[in-house]
């Protein structure tokens, strides 16, 4: 598992010191973009929370990750959760409330009482072992199943060549055509470290599965 770094808290985001012209200017627009997106996570936010901060993270290998937190009403339990650009960027584009949108994490996550922070990321191949076999996994089949019930689901880990371990979620009645959406287990760990609910993304593929099938 990758870590992330900080690059910024209040995102006085700077262009690397390229020597090609070009590189500079794609560096000043990037810039622009975080700074940006972050004015806007944090506007948004504003509408529905008094106290919120955010912070833009470098991760190596899906770039740019914001992370907000806010506090509830007491002003003193925190409750955190990160965002990835292309997800922001597309959120503002559609028109789709995105104030609403961002809002609702930090909604779902205040039903947790006492705060909830980003959770550590795992020390070492057993404890990333121990979050994949004891949470990550009892949770996605859980979610995937309840989610479609009583329909009989398959859901459990799986490999595919290019992308490694993966889990797997996918409908055995459809027997023509793609019927399992696999995402990979480096991508569900990224979403639980970011207080993100990871089955949503099976969820989600599963979905536009029975959507491509005309079942929805």
């Given at each position: 598992?990758?870590?992330?770094?900080?690059?910024?808290?209040?995102?006085?985001?700077?262009?690397?010191?390229?020597?090609?012209?070009t590189?500079?200017?794609?560096?000043?627009k990037?810039?622009?973009?975080?700074?940006?997106?972050?004015?806007?996570?944090?506007?948004?936010?504003?509408?529905?929370?008094?106290?919120?901060?955010?912070q833009?993270?470098?991760?190596?290998?899906?770039?740019?990750?914001?992370?907000?937190?806010?506090?509830d009403?007491?002003?003193?339990?925190?409750?955190?959760?990160?965002f990835?650009?292309?997800?922001?960027?597309?959120?503002?584009?559609?028109?789709?409330?995105?104030?609403?949108?961002?809002?609702s994490?930090?909604?779902?996550?205040?039903?947790?009482?006492?705060?909830?922070?980003?959770?550590?990321?795992?020390?070492?191949?057993?404890?990333t072992?121990?979050?994949?076999?004891?949470?990550?996994?009892?949770?996605?089949i859980?979610?995937?199943?309840?989610?479609f019930?009583?329909?009989?689901?398959?859901?459990?880990?799986?490999?595919?060549?290019?992308?490694?371990?993966?889990?797997?979620?996918?409908?055995?009645?459809?027997?023509?055509?793609?019927?399992?959406?696999?995402?990979?287990?480096?991508?569900?760990?990224?979403?639980?470290?970011?207080?993100?609910?990871?089955?949503?993304?099976?969820i989600?593929?599963?979905?536009?599965?029975?959507?491509?099938?005309?079942?929805?």
């Open positions: 598992m990758q870590t992330m770094s900080k690059e910024t808290t209040e995102p006085e985001i700077t262009a690397s010191g390229a020597n090609n012209q590189t500079d200017n794609s560096n000043e990037m810039v622009d973009l975080l700074k940006a997106v972050y004015h806007n996570c944090m506007t948004a936010l504003k509408m529905f929370f008094d106290d919120v901060s955010g833009v993270l470098n991760q190596e290998r899906y770039g740019p990750i914001f992370v907000f937190q806010v506090k009403a007491s002003s003193s339990n925190v409750y955190a959760c990160g990835f650009l292309k997800e922001l960027v597309a959120r503002f584009q559609s028109g789709k409330d995105p104030a609403q949108w961002l809002s994490f930090y909604f779902e996550l205040m039903k947790t009482e006492g705060g909830k922070p980003l959770p550590n990321p795992p020390a070492g191949e057993e404890e072992k121990a979050l994949i076999d004891k949470t990550l996994v009892p949770h996605c859980e979610a995937v199943r309840g989610e019930a009583p329909e009989q689901v398959h859901a459990g880990l799986g490999f595919v060549p290019e992308n490694g371990p993966v889990f797997e979620a996918g409908f055995p009645a459809i027997r023509d055509g793609n019927n399992v959406c696999a995402v990979p287990l480096h991508i569900l760990i990224t979403h639980h470290l970011l207080n993100r609910d990871p089955a949503d993304i099976l989600e593929g599963m979905y536009n599965i029975r959507e491509q099938h005309g079942l929805d």
